[in-house]
């Protein structure tokens, strides 16, 4: 019995001890990342006799107040990245994340309490984090302890209520927080955006723009043809309507283009599609009277005036009509989460009160699946832009020699300007990256006045850019170097490089799964003990997004949508070397059906050379060198014409340098060089075998 008890005394105080080491490591984790720069800031601060109230800490104790007047309700309050669409917050455009926190980055969620204030980001944003925000702010980052839900555990009392806008919030992320804060016993309350409440719905001016057709000469297929597909897919999966509020499968299923955002050419909108109506909600003032005429709507007399065509609501009327058209409904198709589309928000979903079909959107994969036109539309955009960029990198080269000082903003500038030159551009697909040396070894990065570094001859360049076309969407990144790079460069880049060209190579089963081809792309980097912390490729619009789902190229995930043809897709290997270079190189690619049956094959449709100085040729094999110059040939026979037709010479013969023939067979000195390691290493294991040979020979003779 004395035993018995001792032996639960034991217990007891071991799992007290387990609890507690449990206790202190959650309770160790909640202050965030370790900002060195707010305890240099906080020593100073404590020598100063006053300290004036920035525009941020104004903005968030307003918030408070707006919490403190709804304290019956809420004790903390989320605010998401997102907005109504699911769109992330915009570079250079003032989101609600950065509007309440100066947090400029376009992933994370932001926890306020009366007390505290925590953001949550992605890895590669966390020193963007720690040098915009206020040292009053907790750093954590998404997917690693803590969660919101055991951060908010430490920060307000059981039973409490937190708020958020279900509108910005998708149905899956709010699903997912209201069982991790059902945990911790609190409870996710659906209120109004406070941001937009305390002055933040202010914080972006309107554009004037309209709301345009986009010609069935681009898109390849009118709009009538698309929404048939769409409900022989509602009709299979026997729904009476769908809910679309992704922009870009809007933009897509309609032939329409706007501007609401800088880079990727939709409008701010809702569509209801059942099997006899479509109706679009957006701002009627800005539907230009082209695009009333082509789906056949009049907005004199607010109808149509053909059988197949699409009314036109005011933006807000979508949540009247989805409480009105709902009895009419048994089932209704609200999309789900699919790589890059989040799917509907918890708004929408929650305004439905009808069985619903939880899938992925099918236009998701119609988008997806370009048709003939539009493929010729993305090789022809192709070979503009890189007309384009070429003759941006020859004039950089030529100005750098006659002795012109760059800086990467400069030269970002300068990427940008020939593009809008090229027929059908309407912008740029991203904002455009150009960073030099140490500042190219961060795997995210944007040139800032605060940042900006001169580019010199004495390391590598990268240059991460593209562009929106009417006929095609581009998204192409190089690596150069205006000196003479060092050995490790010029591995580290053909390393890079390998995977690229091994792809292009390709040709695989239909039911291969991206994720399986992510191996591949890796492979020379990882052979090298390397690795970049991204994604390797996803999809890519015809004159819409440069991500653009269902393709998502990790092997970190297991996405079982597989490759079909005619689908585009980026591929960005890059290797990073902390603090003294990065190498980064993209290009499109397009999937094409083999000769063979049940087979495919990939093909490049980036027309932009590789920088030949920093290739090391003694790790290329024979097959891949006669890709390289196969792919040189086809540059210089489509580009160099192209830049011919446009009088751009020097570019010209830029170009022909740039993609002279390089030789497929080592020399006699070139193959002892890369051999004499191999031969070294065969050397060392000969030795040892023969030693241990010896060893086994004395022990048996005596």
């Known amino acids: 019995m004395n035993f018995s008890s001792s032996l639960l005394h034991i217990l007891l105080i071991a799992a007290c001890m387990c609890l507690l080491i449990v206790d202190v ?5 909640i202050h965030g990342i370790n900002r060195l720069k707010c305890e240099n800031r906080n020593a100073l601060q404590k020598f100063a006799d006053g300290k004036e109230v920035t525009e941020l800490e104004r903005r968030l104790q307003a918030l408070r107040n707006e919490m ?3 304290s019956s309700l809420i004790d903390a309050y989320i605010v998401t990245s997102f907005d109504e669409h699911m769109n992330h917050q915009e570079e250079d455009v003032e989101g609600r994340i950065q509007y309440i926190s100066g947090f400029t980055g376009p992933v994370a969620d932001v926890v306020i309490t009366l007390k505290s204030a925590a953001l949550w980001t992605e890895q590669k944003y966390l020193e963007l984090a720690d040098h915009e925000l206020d040292c009053e702010w907790k750093i954590f980052v998404i997917g690693e302890e803590p969660s919101i839900a055991m951060w908010l555990a430490k920060q307000i009392p059981m039973d409490s209520y937190v708020g958020a806008d279900a509108k910005t919030i998708p149905r899956i992320m709010w699903h997912e927080w209201e069982r991790e804060l059902g945990k911790e016993f609190l409870r996710l309350s659906k209120v109004k955006n406070l941001i937009d409440i305390i002055g933040g719905a202010s914080r972006v001016s309107p554009r004037d723009y309209s709301i345009k057709t986009h010609n069935s000469t681009f898109s390849g297929a009118s709009w009538q043809n698309k929404v048939d597909t769409l409900r022989d897919h509602l009709r299979m999966h026997r729904c009476d309507a769908i809910v679309v509020t992704s922009l870009t499968e809007i933009a897509y299923l309609l032939n329409l283009r706007g501007s609401d955002f800088r880079y990727i050419p939709v409008f701010k909108a809702y569509l209801i599609v059942s099997h006899r109506e479509a109706i679009l909600y957006t701002n009627r003032s800005k539907v230009s009277i082209e695009a009333q005429l082509m789906l056949n709507f009049d907005f004199k007399d607010n109808s149509c005036f053909k059988e197949k065509c699409v009314m036109i609501k005011n933006y807000n009327d979508i949540w009247k009509d989805l409480r009105v058209f709902s009895p009419n409904w048994k089932r209704v198709l609200m999309p789900t989460m699919s790589v890059f589309d989040m799917g509907v928000s918890e708004a929408i979903y929650s305004s439905v009160n009808r069985e619903i079909v939880e899938r ?12 003939e036109i539009e493929r010729e539309g993305m090789r022809r955009a192709s070979v503009r832009d890189a007309v384009a960029l070429c003759d941006t990198l020859s004039y950089l080269e030529e100005r750098y020699i006659h002795g ?12 940008d300007r020939p593009r809008y030159e090229q027929q059908y551009n309407r912008g740029l697909a991203f904002k455009t990256i150009t ?5 190219a070894a961060k795997s995210y990065y944007y040139p800032t006045n605060h940042s900006d570094a001169e580019i010199t001859n004495n390391n590598l360049l990268l240059i991460d850019s593209g562009g929106q076309y ?17 050995n490790e460069q010029k591995r580290a880049y053909t390393n890079v490089l390998m995977g690229i060209i091994r792809l292009s190579m390709l040709a695989f089963p239909e039911n291969l799964k991206p994720a399986e081809i992510d191996a591949l792309i890796r492979e020379p980097l990882w052979s090298a003990k390397q690795d970049y912390p991204y994604l390797s490729g996803s999809g890519i619009g015809s004159y819409l997004s440069v991500e653009e789902s269902p393709i998502y190229i990790s092997y970190t995930t297991n996405h079982k949508n597989s490759l079909k043809d005619g689908y585009f897709f980026t591929v960005a290997p890059g290797y990073y070397k902390n603090n003294d270079f990065g190498i980064h190189l993209k290009n499109v690619f397009e999937v094409v059906n ?15 050379p590789f920088e030949t100085k920093l290739i090391d040729r003694t790790m290329l094999s024979l ?16 580009v160099c014409d192209e830049l011919k037709r446009q009088f751009k010479m020097p570019a010209f013969y830029w170009l022909m340098n740039q993609t002279e023939h390089i030789r497929e067979y080592l020399t006699e000195e070139e193959y002892r060089q890369s051999n004499s390691q191999r031969l070294k290493q065969t050397n060392l294991y000969y030795l040892l075998i023969t030693l241990t040979l010896i060893i086994s020979l004395k022990s048996f003779l005596y």
């Open 594 to 608: 083999s000769d063979r049956k049940g087979f495919l094959e990939i093909r490049i449709v980036t027309l932009v």
């Open 435 to 439: 960073a030099f040396g140490r500042n």
């Open 470 to 486: 009417l006929d095609g969407t581009t998204s192409v990144a190089r690596t150069i170097h205006l000196g003479q790079p060092t």
């Open 25 to 29: 490591s959650i309770a160790g984790s």
């Open 404 to 415: 012109d000082q760059w800086t990467e903003l400069l030269l970002a500038q300068q990427i």
């Open 623 to 638: 097959q891949e060198k006669k890709w390289l110059n196969n792919y040189n040939a086809r540059i210089r026979e489509i």
């Open 360 to 371: 992925t959107s099918p236009i998701v994969f119609m988008r997806a699946q370009k048709n």
């Open 68 to 70: 403190r007047v709804r």
